[in-house]
């Protein structure tokens, strides 16, 4: 047994995380829980402090268990790389946006690799968990790594297991999310998974570091393809007076080879906009175009302009003009219940309507300003007292807090993308997909 397998299995390996975000802070936060001695890394000194204070900034991870966990100081966040020479296991789980071309953007991961090839030690583990594209860890990163005259898979091990966290979504611990292994070799993959073992239930190791991120990405694009063939679904039946809602309740009720994916104004966040670029760019260095996944793309990024449009309509309908109609946009994240407006189709949707002329105020009760082409925009109080006084409430996030009863009672004309309101009748409502 190596130096490293022991220490993984007595728990006293010094795990560290790099990047504190949606991913990091959560696996930074299990792995002390589960024992280990755990070093979180992050660029933002003011991340740094809220962790060191026990705040937590992220959703998912707790606060009453991140003030235990620092001050028995199982866990400790610092902006200092050199503190790498602790770590017996480093896990890389920095973002990975689009260049304005929406071309991968591997500057984080590159910057990352070369301060984890400075530090690099005998015997250490290293795993990305950033979203890529199949080839980052071995093709990019294990040649930088080496750079520090060590040979992976005899001197340092490396591995790429995909973060799998679910923004939002509360059902989902770390724990019950099984984990996807992949080294670069046998014995990397051998004790990332000894690694992962300790905070997942289930561990399932694949044959490459390839198949993990292929993984990754694939679960991403299925999404994505999924949720434009409903919004394309959604536009058809708009055009046949179908609701597209009822339709999914019935297909719903078919207890194999049915998943539900519903409408609305897009996709965003930092995922499902952006990673079936990565696989798309890298599927060009083999001559292949990978045309479901660009076509889905172009669906969800159009669906902002379709609402857009749809609510024109509907405001036409009742002789009224969208420009200098005042509408009320309720929610402003890219989904329900979650306060981040990464990518958030329905900025671009205020923005559409503005541009067009409207006069939009916006509401989401977690999100109290964003930022619009003409500058930033603070939220307005929502009264449901006073909605009849715009043209339009329009439903652009479904967010649980909101009393869709009351807004259907008050509002003049409600559109709804999102089929918050879909079990309730009345000539005020214009459902995306009806
Ligand atoms: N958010 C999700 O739901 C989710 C789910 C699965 C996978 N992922 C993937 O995980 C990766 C991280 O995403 P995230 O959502 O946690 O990002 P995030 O934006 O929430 O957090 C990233 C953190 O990394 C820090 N950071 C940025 N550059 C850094 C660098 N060079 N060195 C150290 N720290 C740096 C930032 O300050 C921030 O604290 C991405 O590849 C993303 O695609 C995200």
Request: aromatic content about 8%.
């Amino acid at each position: 047994m190596t130096q490293l397998e022991s220490k993984l299995r007595d728990k006293s390996a010094a795990v560290a995380v790099i990047g504190l975000g949606y991913v990091g802070l959560p696996l930074a936060a299990a792995f002390a829980s589960a024992g280990f001695k755990v070093l979180g890394i992050d660029l933002q000194q003011k991340r740094v402090d809220l962790v060191n204070r026990g705040r937590s900034y992220k959703a998912g991870v707790d606060e009453k268990l991140l003030g235990k966990l620092v001050r028995s100081r199982k866990l400790i966040a610092t902006t200092d790389h050199a503190q790498l020479r602790k770590a017996d296991a480093v896990c890389v789980c920095v973002p990975t946006p689009l260049t304005r071309t929406r071309k991968p953007d591997l500057s984080h991961i590159i910057y990352e690799a070369e301060q984890v090839s400075r530090y690099l030690k005998n015997g250490q583990l290293v795993v990305l968990e950033s979203t890529t594209f199949p080839g980052t860890t071995r093709e990019v990163m294990l040649p930088i790594l080496e750079r520090s005259g060590l040979k992976a898979g005899r001197d340092f091990f490396l591995a790429f297991s995909p973060g799998r966290a679910d923004p939002g979504g509360a059902a989902h611990d770390m724990r019950s999310i099984p984990k996807i292994v992949g080294g670069i070799d046998a014995k990397s993959s051998r004790l990332a998974c000894l690694l992962y073992s300790r905070v997942a239930d289930t561990v399932l190791p694949v044959s490459s570091a390839e198949v993990a991120e292929m993984t990754k990405v694939f679960e991403n694009v299925f999404r994505s393809v999924n949720v434009a063939l409903v919004n394309e679904l959604a536009q058809l039946c708009d055009k046949m007076g179908i609701s597209v809602w009822e339709v999914i309740r019935a297909a719903s009720s078919k207890p194999f080879g049915y998943m539900p994916f519903y409408p609305g104004p897009g996709t965003g966040g930092h995922s499902i906009p952006l990673d079936p670029y990565y696989l798309a760019d890298k599927a060009l260095e083999y001559d292949f175009h990978t045309r479901f996944i660009e076509l889905a793309a172009d669906i969800n990024e159009s669906m902002p302009g379709y609402v857009a449009s749809q609510v024109t309509a509907a405001l036409n309908s009742r002789d009224i003009s969208l420009g200098g109609a005042k509408i009320l946009v309720l929610g402003a994240a890219y989904k329900k219940d979650v306060a981040d407006v990464h990518a958030s189709p329905c900025v671009k949707l205020i923005a559409i309507l503005q541009k067009r002329g409207a006069r939009v105020d916006y509401h989401d009760p977690y999100v109290p300003q964003i930022l619009l082409p003409d500058g930033p925009q603070a939220a307005v109080k929502l009264d449901y007292g006073s909605l009849k006084s715009y043209d339009c409430v329009l439903i652009a996030t479904d967010h649980s807090a909101y009393d869709y009863v009351k807004i259907a009672r008050g509002a003049r004309l409600v559109f709804d993308a999102r089929g918050a309101t879909r079990e309730m009748n009345g000539k005020n409502i214009v459902r995306l997909g009806e």
